[in-house]
């Protein structure tokens, strides 16, 4: 992999850059669509390559459960399996610790989860996720990492922090012909952020995720973490903030200088009839676009927006129609992704300022 700057924001940390994978070239900053499954609900890869999406994110714990690794194994891997030639980053499971907290059990050696599927025991060390990302052929492997709820102690997240730190050295033992990320962890607390980011840093990782932030905590509070971590960040490797992914954060949050973003909530919401806008957020379910045959978003050139009506979108969605589902998610997936792209310009034209004054004198959040 080849992480190459091209221009930095004078007003702020954000910056323009290349990232260069095995499947292809991701141009940053950059949201990644959730392909939790192998999928990106509702859409085939055909159309999220006419979107202009290059990379998506797929969970390692989801995939070893079902359909196994032996099964993507036998298919060529998983780029081949899911039919899809862009870049791939798996996550390690660790967002699973948090969010399957109830059937996961950490250890100093790794995490025991009881498959929320049928119950199976399965053991997940640092050194045998990193080899399930490689058998699954992923571009960039996420190391095996404790994600913490907030609010949580600070013991608490001293525990996670020292364990992330020890898995993350264990991860790095494995022969370094892979891409691979390491994630910072701890919470609330400066303090335990900086000796995450120090130690991860010193095992001289191929890019930085931050994780354990959008977990409950007030907004002010996760920017000024973002803000805090990363002067502690190499700038020539890229910054991947996990989870993050309302239009809002994505914009402040690349004006603290990350390059890479992933988030459920642009599908997850479309399929619940949530509509992201230029002006906002377009409720596609309310009474109020029964008759209103306008576009979503008069200004959008995306293929839902430039053939169907808010009318007709609502009729989907109280019918309970598939199309529903598919159309929403093609307008909110475009939308994101030309968000990006247009931040993108702006850092490059030495306009960023001027572009989110613009941007928030329509977006109401």
């Known amino acids: 992999m080849k992480f190459e700057i091209i221009a930095e924001d004078k007003n702020s940390l954000a910056r323009a850059a290349v990232l260069y994978t095995q499947h292809g070239v991701v141009e940053t900053p950059v949201f990644m669509p959730v392909g939790t499954q192998g999928t990106v609900k509702g859409l085939a890869p055909f159309e999220l390559k006419e979107i202009g999406i290059k990379i998506l994110l797929c969970n390692t714990y989801h995939l070893y459960l079902r359909p196994g690794v032996e099964i993507i194994k036998k298919a060529k891997g998983l780029h081949k399996f899911i039919g899809w030639d ?15 907290a109830d059937l996961a059990k950490v250890t100093e050696e790794g995490v025991i989860f009881k498959s929320h599927l049928d119950g199976t025991k399965i053991f997940f060390t640092p050194e045998e996720v990193i080899k399930i990302q490689r058998d699954l052929g992923s571009d960039i492997i996420m190391c095996l990492d404790w994600c913490i709820s907030y609010p949580a102690s600070y013991s608490e997240v001293k525990e996670a922090v020292e364990i992330t730190i020890n898995w993350a050295r264990k991860s790095r033992l494995i022969k370094r012909e892979s891409v691979v990320f390491g994630i910072i962890q701890g919470g609330v607390y400066k303090d335990l952020r900086e000796k ?8 001289d990782f191929d890019g930085y995720a931050l ?10 509070l996760m920017y000024e973490i973002v803000k805090y971590c990363e002067k502690f960040l190499p700038k020539d490797k890229p910054r991947y ?5 309302k239009p809002e954060d994505l914009i402040k949050c690349v ?10 909530i642009p599908t997850r919401n479309a399929r619940n009839g949530l509509l992201y806008t230029r002006y906002g957020k377009l409720p596609i379910k309310n009474s109020i676009y029964a008759e209103d045959f306008s576009p979503p978003d008069p200004e959008c050139n995306c293929y839902t927006c430039k053939n169907f009506s808010r009318a007709y979108l609502r009729h989907l969605f109280h019918a309970g129609e598939i199309l529903s589902a598919r159309l929403n998610t093609y307008h909110n997936l475009f939308f994101y992704t030309d968000l990006m792209r247009k931040i993108r310009e702006a850092i490059i034209n030495g306009n960023l300022a ?4 613009e941007f928030f004198s329509k977006y109401k959040e």
């Open 86 to 100: 862009g870049a791939i980053l798996t996550d390690s499971g660790g967002f699973q610790i948090y969010s399957l």
């Open 196 to 203: 995450c980011s120090k130690e991860l840093v010193d095992l």
């Open 211 to 220: 994780g354990g932030l959008s977990v409950g905590e007030p907004k002010v």
């Open 241 to 245: 903030l996990m989870g993050i992914g």
């Open 255 to 264: 004006e603290l200088g990350i390059d890479m973003f992933d988030c459920v």
């Open 354 to 357: 001027e572009f989110k004054r």
